[in-house]
C-alpha cells in the first residue's frame, strides 16, 4: 500500500487519510498473524498466565516507544461526553454508528467459534487452531490492503456492500460445510472459506471507516 507524504501548513508530515487507515487495520491483522499464534503456543507450553504477562510486558513496551518517537501534538479544546453524543442526533452520524456495530459484531462473531468449527467439522486436532488463524491474520493484511484500493476506485458505499456480501456469503457456507461433509470436511478447505472471510472482515474497515 503506498502511502503519500503531504506537506501541512503547520510543518507535519500528514497522510492521506484512507491510506492511513489502511496502515492502521494492517498493523491489527498482522498482531493477529503473530500474536495469536505466539499467544497459543506460549500458553500451551508455560501456561495461560504466562501469555497475560507477555501481553502486559508488550504493552508496556508499547508505551515507551511512544512516548520516546511520537510528536508532540498540541491538546485540543475538551469535550464534554455529553457533547459528543449530540453527534448522534445526526442521522448520517448515526446511521453510521448502528451500522458499524451490527457489520462488526457480525464479522467478528466468528472468531468466537473458530476452534470448535475446525474440530467438529473437520475432525482436525486443537494444536492447528493457531495455524488457521495466522493465515486468516495474513488473509486479513491482505484484504485491508485490498479495501483500501477498492475504495479509492469504487468509494465507499460500493465496497462495503461487496465486502459484507463476501462475509454473508463466507458464514453461510461455514455453516453448511459440516452437514454437506458429515464432520469430515477438508481441514484446509475450511481454513480457505475463513481466510476469505478473514479477508472480507478486515477489507471493510477502511472505506466503513473513511
Known amino acids: 500500500m503506498l502511502i503519500v507524504p503531504i506537506r501541512e501548513p503547520n510543518g507535519y508530515r500528514a497522510y492521506d487519510r484512507r491510506m492511513a487507515i489502511g496502515v492502521v487495520a494492517a498493523g491489527l491483522t498482522v498482531s493477529l498473524v503473530i500474536g495469536v499464534p505466539l499467544g497459543s503456543w506460549i500458553g500451551g507450553v508455560f501456561g495461560w498466565p504466562a501469555t497475560f504477562l507477555l501481553v502486559v510486558a508488550l504493552t508496556v513496551l508499547a ?71 495466522g493465515v486468516i491474520g495474513v488473509a486479513g493484511a491482505l484484504g485491508t490492503v485490498i479495501g483500501g484500493r477498492l475504495n479509492d476506485r469504487w468509494g465507499a458505499d460500493r465496497t462495503i456492500l461487496i465486502f459484507l456480501s463476501v462475509i454473508a456469503g463466507m458464514t453461510i457456507l461455514l455453516a453448511l460445510v459440516g452437514p454437506a461433509f458429515g464432520g469430515r470436511a477438508s481441514f484446509w478447505l475450511v481454513v480457505l472459506l475463513l481466510a476469505v472471510w478473514g479477508a472480507a472482515v478486515w477489507g471493510h474497515n477502511p472505506p466503513m471507516n473513511t
Open 63 to 133: 508505551v515507551l516507544v511512544t512516548a520516546v518517537t511520537l510528536p508532540w501534538i498540541p491538546a485540543g479544546p475538551q469535550v464534554r461526553v455529553r457533547g459528543r453524543l449530540v453527534l448522534l442526533r445526526r442521522p448520517a452520524v448515526l446511521s453510521y454508528m448502528v451500522g458499524t456495530v451490527i457489520s462488526a459484531t457480525a464479522g467478528f462473531m466468528p472468531y468466537t467459534f473458530i476452534a470448535p468449527v475446525l474440530t467438529d467439522v473437520t475432525g482436525a486436532d486443537r494444536a492447528l487452531v493457531p495455524v488457521a488463524i
